[in-house]
């Protein structure tokens, strides 16, 4: 038999290597020697990303948040029972996300979206990233339409306009998650979706809350995200983000959005457990350094889009809880400096049975009448003006024993200014009657109403004009402006409502 020469030899492998085609899979695998606390610590994973998802053996996945020299800090999604040391861990090479889409619309959610209102499945075509690149300069446009809530005091003087990230600051128990209700409930046949997110919430309110808005026919174009007490530190950190996924499929799809996330406090609370477990080190306050960071990039993702995207929009409107309240507090500064502006509830006037008691001294939207519709605008400068000056002369009578007949007839009138801003929960006012409501209380037809028969008073008025002359809502709603037209109904309205109710002269 001929002997192989080297040569001979050499070209056989090297032309084996050649037709050899199949195809390796390199898998990244770990092992987990630490697990506790919804946190596990994981050799191996040596090309795994931040954010990656991770399925460990059981099938319960994570997220990969810490990756240091050694080893990688990763964050549980469920109950991690089955996980123990030396269970292994498979790097999927994908980011967390989450399916979104219409089918959403009506249901109650988990932090995963997943549904928790035993209406079934959720069968949805399409996902996004739980976190997802902001809108950049160039993709916005400038806020010029407004996000009408229905509450006079925030769309006379604090508007909000579609695209505006606006906080909700306060104390416990002050009405914080009342005035975004009222803002949901406001949205209907306006074109809007909402979602509402809940942070550490007890499963009691979270219903009720559910419950109020089927029995106000909100829940059909709203869908809410419950991250409820009890629920694990990485779901509450988690859920306004994917919160945020589910409004902006909408909002890329050209629809107009709003998002509340309640509260933004129990999230930061969630966010530093994981933290500290993860061993980062604690900055101000025992917080992360980058807590700062992740509330900006959720609440960057709000916007108002160009044309050329669809020309969607997603409102924010993020809840902080404060103590004693005390807004220079580290949580509250921080998202006060990433907002457009803040709705400040105040403990004393909710106390003093103001509600919304919001403090408008210290409430500000740095939009402003951009937001507002053309009739808003034009009639609430004169409110904002005559309540400014009520409030220098009211502190400034407590210590005069006598006042002149027109500072009485000042105070007599801011009094009633201020109590046309009172408004019952759940009880959303139209354009027209909050612009009836301001025209009144300005030009003097409450001058000579008893501050306690206001409500009554509007109440009444309004029903007479819903019924006898319709033509004047009709304006205000299809033009947005507060024509010559409409102010003459109101004004003849006014003059012979007055007339009948006071058998007093006509008020010019």
Do not use: W
Request: charged fraction near 25%.
């Amino acid at each position: 038999m001929k002997k192989l020469q080297s040569d001979e030899i050499r070209n056989i492998i090297k032309r084996e290597i050649q037709l050899y085609q199949k195809k390796t899979d390199v898998i990244n695998i770990g092992v987990v020697f630490q697990v506790g606390d919804g946190i596990a610590r994981i050799f191996g994973l040596n090309d795994v990303m931040v954010g990656e998802l991770l399925e460990f053996q059981d099938g319960t996945f994570g997220i990969a948040l810490n990756l240091e020299t050694k080893n990688i800090g990763a964050v549980l999604l469920g109950k991690s029972l089955n996980i123990q040391e030396g269970s292994t861990v498979r790097a999927t090479g994908k980011l967390a996300q989450v399916p979104v889409g219409d089918q959403f619309l009506g249901r109650v959610v988990n932090a995963l979206a997943e549904p928790i209102d035993g209406k079934g499945l959720i069968k949805a075509s399409t996902t996004r990233f739980i976190e997802s690149f902001a809108p950049g300069i160039i993709d916005r446009r400038s806020i010029y339409e407004p996000l009408e809530t229905g509450i006079l005091a925030i769309d006379s003087m604090i508007p909000i306009g579609r695209g505006q990230r606006e906080l909700i600051i306060g104390d416990r128990q002050t009405g914080k998650t009342a005035i975004s209700v009222d803002t949901i409930i406001n949205q209907k046949d306006k074109n809007v979706i909402c979602v509402y997110v809940a942070i550490g919430q007890k499963a009691s309110s979270i219903a009720q809350v559910v419950q109020t808005l089927y029995e106000k026919e909100a829940l059909k174009y709203t869908i809410i995200v419950a991250a409820p007490a009890d629920s694990s530190p990485s779901l509450q950190y988690l859920a306004p983000f994917t919160g945020a996924s589910l409004a902006e499929f909408f909002m890329y799809a050209g629809h107009h959005t709003l998002i509340v996330y309640d509260d933004l406090t129990k999230q930061a609370q969630a966010y530093r457990e994981i933290s500290l477990l993860l061993k980062r080190p604690p900055g101000r306050e025992a917080y992360p350094g980058d807590i700062f960071y992740l509330h900006s990039r959720l609440l960057e993702r709000s916007a108002k889009l160009c044309d050329k995207l669809g020309g969607g929009s997603m409102t924010a409107l993020p809840i902080v809880e404060t103590q004693e309240g005390d807004v220079s507090a580290y949580i509250p500064t921080n998202v006060i400096s990433i907002t457009d502006g803040q709705i400040f509830l105040s403990t004393d006037l909710f106390n003093a049975n103001i509600k919304p008691a919001i403090n408008i001294g210290i409430s500000v939207s740095r939009v402003g009448s951009a937001a507002q519709t053309k009739a808003m605008k034009e009639i609430a400068g004169k409110l904002k003006l005559e309540l400014a000056q009520f409030e220098e002369l009211e502190a400034f009578s407590q210590f005069a024993s006598d006042l002149d007949k027109e500072t009485q007839k000042k105070l007599a009138r801011g009094r009633r200014l201020r109590e046309i801003l009172k408004q019952s929960q759940f009880t959303p006012l139209s354009l027209g009657d909050q612009i009836l409501s301001i025209y009144a209380g300005t030009q003097g037809y409450l001058d000579k109403i008893p501050i306690n028969m206001i409500s009554l008073y509007f109440r009444e008025f309004r029903n007479y004009l819903v019924a006898m002359h319709p033509k004047y809502y009709e304006i205000l709603e299809s033009k947005k402006n507060f024509t010559k037209e409409a102010r003459d109904i109101l004004k003849t309205n006014l003059n012979y409502y007055n007339k009948v109710l006071l058998s007093d002269e006509e008020i010019v």
